[in-house]
């Protein structure tokens, strides 16, 4: 019986089973014996089923303690299917209209509910899901311990899926300098093995597969409950960690696992890339308005905050109108803060005082509206930092997003960076989620985060799509960490997976700190020059980390020159998925992004880094076999035409080192 539809999404129930469908992908579970069972995984477009389920099999989920994985009857407890319903969620702040269904389970034994929540997109290859979970009784075991049998998703694969790959990606990147760590690939192990990572890809010699998103923190930052993030063997799929620790259930409200999402694809790796891809820009689709940011942060030119005065900050946005800098984000410095720092409330454990969130009267006398009328008569968005109160857990999360919802209100302050996180535990991770949602919802999307994730123990890449964008570097050249090369080659190893629209990239003043550099080293920011340094970010959001009001004539001319660049091809590049092509970025060769349009269009860029050679063949994705139009954007210059075959290569010629093309491409008919 059909229980909801939206555009080509569906949701059925007939007795014990349940499926959760669209034109691309059809999910199937069946109440057996009290057990509910992951039965089927289909691809519709191939008709391949790539799980299997058994008379014997367990539950599509485990918690050790409280679901046994045996029929003992002093231990088995059947869970009954209580309800099945299904409800069209309109378009929220950050998140695409979709069908989402609902099945309840109970155990009244135990006093257990267990509601699985499965969100289907129109026209996507994977099917989103998470667990509601309330219990009276703790489960039984050790509390502290990491347990394998912790899953929330337990699937018996089909035995054509031999091959596997695990990927993870690092956030702490005041640590890291690479975004994307390929953990382990090869044939699926015997034996079931442990893995940590955020993605797992199954493929069968056909190239078709599965793949599995997994939306909870790095493995770097998981909080102790589980060893690894998955556990893979031949015919067995193990998605681990409910983000809830045995001592964290509640009897009287409900406890959110992390979400993940399961896809199909065929066309081997490439198509599994694809297919995570496509899933992601339909769930998050582009609000220009909202998404495309190009901001200066003046916390790059490492003065910690100091003369963060109304004077200084009216110098900033005259600065940012004058270059076209469309926005302009005060970092730590303007609050009242705690009269010891923040360094030493955040190390010290210290108690905010209440008036620590008001703008420090002896830096503005008058208050921040000079500030921001300043903004408002230039042009220029006002951004602001704030650090919510990790100490307490999060738990004065309404009165904090209420004091960035009034911001917003009085002084139309719309992007706020969120820092200093640390989630130690699932009431931190459910008070941040809250307040982060509260600040969406109530502005209706109008007031949007620039989440943080550089250190501490955060969400990562993709459990926080839906509130923002994400604040990716800490680097400076005062400190001599700064490389150009190095940001493209995080920027590039992450456009395989996360979207480059949802990652704040920066640009650095490359005339400073020159002495920390070894002059001899050809790939030093003042090398590589500044207007390759911004181009670096041309095909993301782009931050200017540094005072724009500092820069030499030469560096303002060149920031200006560059925010007109972007200006001029941003619709294109972020309404596009944007690909990492070319070579990985090592400082001497000849990396690129390609952003693919639809119809066959697109645009391009295409790096020299130091190298010696003055021409390179890219080798383009997702382009039919077909005569193109190649049309130069910068520098421009007149078309040509060319014949792509299965694989498209173009070929580059560049001017110089650390030069840049940039070109239009559409498929002719």
């Not at 995984?41 to 485990?62: I, L, N, P």
């Not at 891809?277 to 689709?285: G, Q, V």
């Not at 003369?307 to 800098?325: V, W």
């Not at 123990?457 to 005062?478: I, K, M, P, S, V």
């Amino acid at each position: 019986m059909e229980i909801g539809r939206f555009e080509d999404c569906r949701v059925a129930s007939s007795g014990a089973r349940i499926v959760v469908e669209n034109a691309r992908i059809r999910r199937v579970w069946r109440l057996h014996r009290g057990r509910l069972q992951a039965a089927s995984v289909e691809d519709r477009a191939s008709g391949a089923d790539h799980a299997r389920v058994a008379d014997d099999a367990g539950h599509a989920f485990e918690y050790r303690g409280l679901f046994p994985a045996n029929t003992d009857p002093l231990l088995w407890h059947p869970l009954r299917l209580s309800s099945v319903r299904a409800r069209v969620v309109k378009p929220a702040t950050l998140e695409a209209a979709h069908l989402e269904a609902s099945v309840l389970l109970e155990d009244s034994l135990q006093g257990l509910s267990i509601r699985m929540i499965h969100r289907v997109f129109p026209g996507t290859p994977a099917i989103r899901s998470s667990i509601e979970i309330r219990a009276e009784n703790y489960p039984r075991g050790p509390f502290l311990a990491d347990d394998p049998m912790r899953a929330v998703e337990a699937l018996a694969l089909a035995q054509g899926l031999r091959a596997f790959e695990v990927v993870d990606l690092i956030a702490k990147t005041d640590r890291h300098h690479d975004g994307l760590r390929v953990l382990r690939e090869g044939r699926v192990p015997t034996d079931p093995a442990g893995f940590d990572g955020c993605i797992a890809i199954l493929k069968g010699p056909d190239g078709r597969g599965m793949f599995v998103l997994k939306e909870g923190p790095p493995a770097e930052e998981r909080r102790a409950e589980v060893p690894c993030d998955f556990r893979i063997g031949a015919g067995f799929l193990r998605v681990l960690g409910w983000g809830i620790a045995p001592h964290e259930f509640c009897p009287d409200r409900d406890r959110a696992s992390y979400g993940w999402s399961v896809g199909v694809f065929e066309g081997g790796r490439e198509g599994a890339v694809r297919a995570i891809r496509e899933t992601l820009d339909a769930r998050f689709p582009r609000n220009p308005s909202r998404d495309d940011q190009f901001m200066a942060n003046p916390w790059g030119a490492n003065k910690r905050g100091e003369g963060m005065t109304e004077a200084f900050l009216k110098r900033e946005i005259r600065a940012c109108a004058s270059l076209g800098i469309p926005a302009y984000q005060p970092d730590a410095g303007w609050e009242t803060g705690h009269p010891r720092s923040h360094a030493h409330r955040v190390l010290g454990n210290l108690v905010l005082p209440d008036d620590a969130w008001t703008f420090r009267k002896s830096n503005f006398p008058r208050g921040f509206e000079p500030v921001a009328r300043e903004a408002r008569d230039l042009g220029v968005r006002l951004g602001l930092w704030f650090s919510p109160d990790l100490h307490r857990q999060y738990r004065t999360w309404r009165e904090e997003a209420d004091i960035l919802l009034d911001l917003w209100r009085r002084h139309g302050i719309d992007a706020f960076k969120i820092d200093t996180v640390l989630l130690r535990s699932k009431d931190a991770d459910e008070n941040l989620d809250a307040f982060c949602r509260r600040v969406l919802e109530e502005s209706r999307g109008r007031a949007t985060l620039n989440l943080d994730i550089t250190a501490g123990q955060r969400w990562g890449y993709f459990r926080a799509l839906d509130c923002g964008n994400l604040f990716l570097e800490n680097r400076y050249t005062q400190w001599g960490n700064y490389w150009p090369w190095k940001t493209l080659r995080h920027l590039w190893q992450l456009a395989e997976f996360v979207p480059t629209r949802k990652l704040q990239i920066e640009i650095l003043d490359t005339e400073t700190g020159a002495g920390k550099y070894d002059r001899k080293d050809p790939t030093r920011p003042a090398a590589a020059g500044q207007d390759y340094a911004a181009a670096v970010a041309l095909f993301a959001n782009p931050l200017f980390w540094g005072e724009p009001s500092s820069l030499s004539a030469k560096g303002r001319a060149s920031i200006a020159r560059m925010t007109a660049l972007w200006k001029s091809v941003k619709d294109e590049v972020l309404s596009g998925t944007v690909w990492p092509v070319g070579e990985e970025p090592s400082g001497r060769g000849f990396p690129g992004f390609q952003s693919a349009g639809s119809d066959g269009r697109g645009i391009a860029i295409f790096y020299r880094e130091a190298a010696r050679a003055a021409k390179a063949s890219f080798d383009l994705r997702v382009l039919d076999p077909g005569r193109y139009r190649i049309e130069p954007v910068w520098p421009p210059g007149p078309p040509r035409f060319v014949r792509f075959g299965r694989q498209p290569r173009l070929e580059i010629e560049f001017a110089r080192p650390h030069d840049f093309r940039i070109v239009r491409y559409a498929r002719l008919p």
